[in-house]
T-cell receptor
Framework: AQKITQTQPGMFVQEKEAVTLDCTYD???????LFWYKQPSSGEMIFLIY??????QNATEGRYSLNFQKARKSANLVISASQLGDSAMYFC??????????????FGSGTRLLVRP | DAGVIQSPRHEVTEMGQEVTLRCKPI?????LFWYRQTMMRGLELLIY????????DSGMPEDRFSAKMPNASFSTLKIQPSEPRDSAVYFC???????????FGNGTRLTVT
């Protein structure tokens, strides 16, 4: 079974508008963490935002926010005021477990976002 | 902060040859990870180390793949012998602390002909 599901292979958004990238996850572990990464065409992986399973507030980092709905097991990334430089692949990832020695980060298949001028 | 450094950036080799990919993690980071990215399979975790000790190598595809971390500042991923299906981008990443995100290197693009 897929641990991390990103159902949108590709998306378009108009510059300056907000966009939501979907991510659902599957785990029975009460302790886990959710991450979003950006991969531009140049290929590097850039960390964007993190949400812990026990965090009470939704995470925010500048124009990025995470819409964390624990009961639905979803962790959608919201990008506000899209910019042309936001065009990239976006990956959702999950870490399960509470022990550092058992740390494994599992990635979804990604969503390719294209920002239109 | 120099970030995670991988070498080489590109490697083209012939089937059957040995390939060695190198990684220098961020200073002070105690965990190191090797990932492989392909169009078909996405990002796959191959192996990871904690304090230079291999913790989980269940993602290593075959015995042809091996990884070492002789010290806290250096790791290698070796493929011997290489095959065309090993062609991919190989990422090294490191982190410090349980809740910390992974910091990725720029990757090595391997092409096996």
């Amino acid at each position: 079974a897929q641990k991390i599901t990103q159902t949108q292979p590709g998306m378009f958004v108009q510059e300056k508008e907000a966009v939501t990238l979907d991510c659902t996850y599957d785990t029975s572990d009460p302790s886990y963490g959710l991450f979003w990464y950006k991969q531009p065409s140049s290929g590097e992986m850039i960390f964007l935002i993190y949400q812990g399973s026990y965090d009470q507030q939704n995470a925010t980092e500048g124009r990025y926010s995470l819409n964390f709905q624990k009961a639905r097991k979803s962790a959608n990334l919201v990008i506000s005021a899209s910019q042309l430089g936001d065009s990239a692949m976006y990956f959702c990832a999950m870490r399960e477990g509470a022990m550092d020695s058992s740390y494994k980060l599992i990635f979804g298949s990604g969503t390719r976002l294209l920002v239109r001028p | 902060d120099a970030g995670v450094i991988q070498s080489p950036r590109h490697e083209v080799t012939e089937m059957g040859q040995e390939v060695t990919l190198r990684c220098k993690p961020i200073s002070g980071h105690n965990s190191l990870f090797w990932y492989r990215q392909t169009m078909m399979r996405g990002l796959e975790l191959l192996i990871y180390f904690n304090n230079n000790v291999p913790i989980d190598d269940s993602g290593m595809p075959e015995d042809r793949f091996s990884a070492k971390m002789p010290n806290a500042s250096f790791s290698t991923l070796k493929i011997q012998p290489s095959e065309p299906r090993d062609s991919a981008v190989y990422f090294c990443a490191s982190k410090q602390g349980w809740n910390s995100p992974l910091h990725f290197g720029n990757g090595t693009r391997l092409t096996v002909t």
